[in-house]
């Protein structure tokens, strides 16, 4: 699902640079990225979405060569293959639930909106508990509330691939685990793919694969490789 290799990246501004010789993700692989603040986890994230190009090296996304693909069409693969939550939510505060969950099916003109996708909205949002919230405005969620929106919006379009950035950081156990259960159960359903950042240790034996940027950051390339090339 993912192919990474020779990748070399570095900020416009700033000396922080990312150096992956080699990082293969399988399909339908759950794969937990753990490591210290500040050392690259949601730039890795970035590159694997195709919101941020490398310097050199390779990227290979669902069989597509992201990295390769004009603004528009990579925006278009983006939506259409990629899941996205984030630990802050990122809900659009004039929208109501519902047209939140279906925001990736207004901006993306290879997504068509129809019966089927709302139903399938309605009924996702249904199995997690906030079915009778669809007409609410983010400002009226709990925190719990709003990353269980986000993340069926990262579903609904049912994505081959994953990214979640810290998506329990801001929740307490209870909503944590849910949230993690709806993304496990997705990905099992689906035969999809999961790459989650997270600071929580307690998770990580839930998922098949743990990558630490911590041995990553603090070795050189050959060591690096070591350490993060997993099964193919
Ligand atoms: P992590 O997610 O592991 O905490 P990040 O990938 O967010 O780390 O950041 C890695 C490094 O890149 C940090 O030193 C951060 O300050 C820097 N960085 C992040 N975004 C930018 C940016 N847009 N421009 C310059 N430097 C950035
Ligand atoms: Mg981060």
Do not use: W
């Not at 990246?9 to 990312?18: A, H, V």
Request: net charge negative.
């Amino acid at each position: 699902m993912i192919e990474i290799g020779d990748l070399r990246f570095s900020y416009d501004e700033g000396d922080f640079s990312l150096e992956i010789p080699q990082l293969n993700v399988a399909h339908g692989e759950t794969v937990a990225i753990v490591g210290p603040s500040g050392s690259g986890k949601t730039t890795l994230l970035n590159l694997i979405a195709g919101n941020a190009t490398p310097q050199s090296g390779q990227i290979t996304t669902n069989g597509y060569k992201i990295s390769g693909l004009h603004d528009a069409a990579r925006r278009d693969f983006r939506i259409a293959n990629i899941g996205l939550v984030f630990q802050e939510f990122e809900l659009l505060e004039y929208l109501n639930v519902l047209d939140n969950i279906l925001l990736p099916y207004r901006i993306n003109r290879t997504l068509v909106l129809d019966t089927s996708v709302r139903e399938r909205a309605e009924m996702i949002a249904e199995s997690v508990g906030i079915g009778d919230k669809l007409a609410r405005y983010a400002n009226q969620l709990s925190q719990g509330e709003k990353q269980r929106v986000a993340v069926i919006r990262a579903l609904v379009v049912q994505p081959p691939l994953l990214l979640a950035d810290e998506p329990t950081g801001n929740l307490d156990p209870l909503n944590k685990n849910r949230v993690l259960d709806i993304l496990f159960q997705y990905a099992d359903q689906n035969a999809a793919t999961l790459v989650t950042v997270t600071h929580d240790h307690e998770v990580l034996h839930r998922f098949q694969r743990v990558i630490d940027f911590k041995d990553f950051c603090a070795h050189g390339a050959e060591q690096r490789l070591e350490n993060i090339a997993g099964p193919m």
